[in-house]
Every structure is written in C-alpha cells, then in structure tokens.
C-alpha cells in the first residue's frame, strides 16, 4: 500500500539530473559517442554542473584527460576557461586547474589550445561556428 501513497520516481529517461550525472560521466570517462547521443536528445546537458564542486564537463573531461571530448565540448559551445561553482567556500576552478591538479598534462594543454582560440574568435567577432572552419 505504501508504494501507492508516494509519487513513483520518473523514468530514467525524464530525470533530469539522473541525466546530468550521466553526461558527466560519460565525459570524464571519454565516451565521446555516448555523450553525443545524449547530448542530441537533451541539448540542455551541455551546461550540467555536478552538485558538489560545480564542475562542467569540460571539467571532468579534463579530469580523465579526454583531448577528443574536449575538443567536441568546446564545439558544442562550451567554454575551455569555465569557471566551476562549488556549494563550499573553495575557490572556483578553471578546466585546466582540474587537469592540473590530476596531472593531466595534455589536457592542460589542449585547454590552453581551446582557449586561445576562444579568445581570438570572440576578440574578431567570429560566431562560435567559425571554429571548426579554422581547423579544417
């Protein structure tokens, strides 16, 4: 009976932030594909945030140091040098601090790659699409 009296959970599919917590794994975990199919159904991911640190995918991408993911969410239109917001008093964390505390030098790298070319295409006036056109 007691099943009957409390809203059931939603389907894996409607929560909301059971699908953040997944998107950021799959970024951390560089499950390029994964996060792509997700992203397409549920475009509102890209900005997902964890709920302790504040932390982006761009964050936990450059934790588990995944160059193609990175590079893939800075396409998407997520910023290299986001800032993280933690519910704590620590300070707030680019991308590449992340990958440098965890030792990741070629993400700390290609962040500083990614974000030069940010600041270049919004110091020209460049739509984020104009991106992939430099690299081709």
Known sequence: MQRFLFPK????????AG???????LAQHG??????QLLQGRPKLLHARSTSKGYTAMHYAAMGA??????????????????SQPKDASPALTPAQVAHDYKRDAAVASLSRLAEAYAFLSSAGAELDDAAKLRA
């Open 31 to 36: 499950q390029l594909l994964e996060a792509r």
């Open 19 to 25: 699908l953040a917590k997944e998107f950021l794994k």
């Open 9 to 16: 959970p939603k389907p894996k599919g409607e929560d909301e």
């Open 66 to 83: 995944s160059l193609p993911l990175l590079e893939w969410l800075a396409e998407q239109g997520l910023k290299p040098d986001v800032l």
